[in-house]
Antibody, heavy 119, light 108 residues
Framework: DVDLVESGGGLVPPGGSLRLSCSAS????????MTWVRQAPGKGLEWVSS????????YYADSVKGRFTISRDNSKNTLYLQMNGLSAEDTAMYYC????????????WGQGILVTVSS | DIQMTQSPASVSASVGDRVTITCQAS??????LAWYQQKPGTPPKLLIY???SVRSGVPSRFSGSGSGTDFTLTIDSLQPEDFATYYC??????????FGGGTKVEIK
């Protein structure tokens, strides 16, 4: 079975940095595009960033471009999200998700990890 | 990024009702659209992709239609487990994989 487990969340002050990790198992990780999606408390889903299986192409939402960096280590079956310059607006549950086949639709999701930006 | 506009924001319905949710893209996205269902405290679940392809294991009462800028999710004969929030998402990476604002389906 596919399993995606996020880690690295927590409380960080405004302006701070955090790196999220997503450990994957149960599928051929290097062949799958991966995505980060976030959800602020009581709000809707917001796409954050996506990366192809090889890591050769990355995509970002305008709201995080220049501050967040997505990457992956296929030897460790792990996806990352480096978040810099955090603000209160980045407070959210962050989900990693696996892409369906060659599309960018997310067919498997982790349980999410909470990031809180506050002084 | 493309803007995805869902309507209504919420709908009250009874078990057995047909529910229709619409999603409008700010520009032509062909059939690059997915629908997700999310229940409180859980991650979203993919229901429909490619605008009208029902994911394996999803009940046949769920269907999707549309292309270009206008899309519809229909739930025939609403069941108790269908009360949730539904999101559309456009699936073209070059245009930003943005989500709609969500539609909450509530019990009447």
């Amino acid at each position: 079975d596919v399993d995606l487990v996020e880690s690295g969340g927590g409380l960080v002050p405004p302006g701070g940095s955090l790196r999220l990790s997503c450990s994957a198992s149960g599928f051929t990780f290097r062949s799958s595009g991966m995505t980060w999606v976030r959800q602020a408390p009581g709000k809707g889903l917001e796409w954050v960033s996506s990366i192809t299986g090889s890591g050769g192409s990355v995509y970002y939402a305008d709201s995080v471009k220049g501050r967040f960096t997505i990457s992956r280590d296929n030897s460790k079956n792990t996806l990352y999200l480096q978040m810099n310059g955090l603000s209160a607006e980045d407070t959210a549950m962050y989900y990693c998700a696996k892409a369906l086949s060659t599309s960018w639709y997310s067919d498997q999701w982790g349980q999410g990890i909470l990031v809180t930006v506050s002084s | 990024d493309i803007q995805m506009t869902q309507s209504p924001a919420s709908v009250s319905a009874s078990v057995g009702d047909r529910v229709t949710i619409t999603c409008q893209a700010s520009q032509d996205i062909s059939d690059w659209l997915a629908w997700y269902q999310q229940k409180p405290g859980t991650p979203p679940k993919l229901l429909i992709y490619g605008a009208s392809s029902v994911r394996s294991g999803v009940p046949s009462r769920f269907s999707g239609s549309g292309s270009g800028t206008d899309f519809t999710l229909t739930i025939d004969s609403l069941q108790p487990e269908d009360f949730a929030t539904y999101y559309c998402q456009q699936g073209n990476s070059f245009l930003g994989l943005s989500f709609g604002g969500g539609t909450k389906v509530e019990i009447k």
